[in-house]
């Protein structure tokens, strides 16, 4: 095995150990932190359901960023849906056999593609040019651009003009996936892209990209508008009834 | 709350399929499987030589291919080097072309079976329209 594929495998393992024990952490520290107050924002829901429909809305759809901003909601939707499809059609490269949807899935992969270069080049644009947009960009989200420009920049690059072999490059990551290395292809735009792939999973739970798993924690929208009809007490400021009663009365009258 | 650690989860499974599936079949630890087409097909790489070297069919045999098409449906001129039929002079459709696009999953766009216009048998050059 040569001596660059031993340093990717390890850069591989390195990176995805970083990315799963990282999310992991940051997941367990947004769960962790309390949420004392009762504040959906209205109009919000006043049940279960409501709050899982309103989740899915945000999600999928993004509809708060779609009644703040229409014009960084139409770049930022956008590239998000070339990366679902990007990301997906990677899924060929790690499983034996690739079901038929997927292969579908590919017939849309230029589109997905340029469309998700486009709006990242289109975010980094607003970034620079509206005021207000750029009184609040700090270092980190002109590096997260940029690496992501990098990323589908030479994804698009290595798909469409300096090709590599495909089968080699299943091989590879399949070597990876049961945990027995094989060679890796030595393509320079090969090697560019899965090396700012691996330092974006690097730095992804350190960086604002952990807004992927920070959304479900949004008390804004997490929480049910029953504040009348059920008292919220938080877990670590349960104390005794007496208590509580004592120090209600107290601040009423202050 | 309990929502969200359902979310997470299953976005966890979704990211670690391939580490799953791959232990749940027991491959772990296994050489990966390979497309066999090169010892099926008969044909020895080090051996027998192609239109252009191996690396670059490899990697850009559709980019040929593509190119020859247009030439001769759009532009009538035909050079008998990159033609399909003389890919099947060698190869077969079943043991080369389908073993390795079925191993990418990457559609071959020539043929009948995946939405082209070939046919999967080799090609009989006096029934092709004349340009």
Redesign the interface.
């Known amino acids: 095995m040569s001596g660059l594929t031993i340093f990717f495998v390890i850069y591989a393992y390195v990176a995805i150990l970083f990315f799963?024990a990282g999310?992991?952490y940051r997941?367990w520290k947004y769960?962790s932190t309390p949420a004392p107050l009762k504040i959906p924002q209205t109009p919000a829901p006043v049940a279960a359901p409501g709050?899982?429909r309103r989740?899915v809305a945000e999600v999928t759809l993004f509809k708060s960023l779609f009644n703040g901003n229409k014009i960084i909601w139409l770049f930022g939707y956008v590239f998000h849906l070339g990366l679902l499809v990007a990301l997906l059609k990677h899924?060929?490269f790690?499983?034996?056999y690739?079901p038929s949807w997927?292969?579908y899935l590919?017939t849309f992969e230029l589109y997905a593609g340029l469309i998700m270069l486009g709006g990242l080049m289109m975010l980094f644009l607003l970034r620079l040019v509206v005021d207000r947009t750029n009184f609040i960009t700090v270092m980190t989200d002109y590096i997260l651009l940029v690496l992501l420009i990098g990323i589908a920049g030479t994804g698009l690059l290595l798909k469409h003009f300096y090709?590599?072999?495909?089968?080699?490059v299943?091989?590879f990551?399949?070597?990876l996936?049961?945990?027995?290395p094989?060679e890796m292809p030595a393509d320079a735009f090969f090697i560019i892209h899965i090396t700012l792939v691996f330092l974006l999973l690097i730095y992804f739970p350190f960086s604002k990209l952990m807004h992927s798993?920070g959304i479900?924690?949004s008390p804004t929208r997490?929480q049910v508008d029953n504040a009348r009809d059920k008292r919220l007490v938080t877990p670590w400021a349960a104390a005794p009834e007496s208590i509580q009663i004592a120090s209600n009365m107290t601040q009423e009258e202050g | 709350m309990t929502r969200a650690y359902v979310a997470l989860i299953i976005f966890a499974l979704v990211l670690a399929s391939p580490f799953i599936v791959s232990a749940a079949s027991g491959d772990i630890g296994d050489t990966p499987l390979k497309p066999d087409f090169e010892t099926n097909g008969g044909i020895d790489p080090d051996v027998d030589e192609c239109v252009r070297d191996v690396d670059f069919m490899r990697s850009d045999h559709m980019v040929l291919l593509k190119e020859e098409r247009v030439k001769v449906v759009r532009h009538a001129d035909r050079n008998e080097k990159y033609e399909i039929e003389r890919c099947f002079s060698c190869h077969e459709y079943e043991k080369f072309c389908k073993e390795c696009h079925d191993y990418n999953g990457v559609k071959p766009t020539c043929f009948n079976e995946t939405g082209g216009c070939h046919t999967n048998e080799k090609l009989d050059k006096s029934e092709r329209p004349e340009l």
């Open positions: 799963i999310f992991l997941i769960a709050v899982a989740m899924y060929r790690a499983f034996d690739s997927l292969v590919t090709r590599t072999d495909v089968t080699s299943k091989e990551v399949l070597g996936v049961s945990f027995n094989q798993g479900f924690f997490n």
